[in-house]
Antibody
Framework: EVQLVESGGDLVQPGGSLRLSCAASGFIFSNYWMDWVRQAPGRGLVWVSRINSDGSTTDYADSVKGRFTISRDNAKNTLYLQMNSLRAEDTAVYYC?????????WGQGTLVTVSS | DIVMTQSPDSLAVSLGERATINCKSSQSVLYSSNNKNYLAWYQQKPGQPPKLLIYWASTRQSGVPDRFSGGGSGTDFTLTVSSLQAEDVAVYYCQQYYSRPYTFGQGTKLEIK
């Protein structure tokens, strides 16, 4: 059974940093591209970032480019999102998702709140 | 960026009746080399992550009931629930995965009339 479990969400002050993790199991993690998608409270889904299977290629939404860094450790079956220079508008539930044709498996999400 | 626009924003349908949600992309998401539409549909129930229903615009994900169907090509797509059940109450999103950023529609809230 495919499982994706996010962690690392917290309350952080504007300008602060946070690292999210996503532990994967139930599939060959190193074979698949992975995404981060976020959802602000009461709002819709917004794609944030993507990484290819070996970590050599990454992509970001313009709103986070230069502030967020996606990475992965295939030996640990774990996806990461390093978030720096956080802003109030980054407040959201962050989901990791397995990318195929569409995003076929999603974690339960982790809440990031940026507030003073 | 490709803008995805869903209509309507909300929809109330009687149990057992048909529900149709529309999704329009600002440019074609049909890749000519493989004749595939890079369009997916998701269902999100309150307090839950999204769930993939349809990919390649019309291919049902494993385990998804056959009352859900996707159609369309190019820039205009539909998600149809042929006979609405109580458990189908949710917000539905389309997403293009043709080009980055992989944009979602704003969502359509489906309710029981």
């Amino acid at each position: 059974e495919v499982q994706l479990v996010e962690s690392g969400g917290d309350l952080v002050q504007p300008g602060g940093s946070l690292r999210l993790s996503c532990a994967a199991s139930g599939f060959i993690f190193s074979n698949y591209w992975m995404d981060w998608v976020r959802q602000a409270p009461g709002r819709g889904l917004v794609w944030v970032s993507r990484i290819n299977s070996d970590g050599s290629t990454t992509d970001y939404a313009d709103s986070v480019k230069g502030r967020f860094t996606i990475s992965r450790d295939n030996a640990k079956n774990t996806l990461y999102l390093q978030m720096n220079s956080l802003r109030a508008e980054d407040t959201a539930v962050y989901y990791c998702a397995k990318a195929g044709a569409g995003l076929d498996y999603w974690g339960q999400g982790t809440l990031v709140t940026v507030s003073s | 960026d490709i803008v995805m626009t869903q209509s309507p924003d909300s929809l109330a349908v009687s149990l057992g009746e048909r529900a149709t949600i529309n999704c329009k992309s600002s440019q074609s998401v049909l890749y000519s080399s493989n004749n595939k539409n890079y369009l997916a549909w998701y269902q999100q129930k309150p307090g839950q992550p999204p769930k993939l229903l349809i990919y390649w615009a019309s291919t049902r994900q494993s385990g998804v009931p056959d009352r859900f169907s996707g159609g369309g090509s190019g820039t205009d797509f539909t998600l149809t629930v042929s006979s609405l059940q109580a458990e189908d109450v949710a917000v539905y999103y389309c997403q293009q995965y043709y080009s980055r950023p992989y944009t979602f529609g704003q969502g359509t809230k489906l309710e029981i009339k």
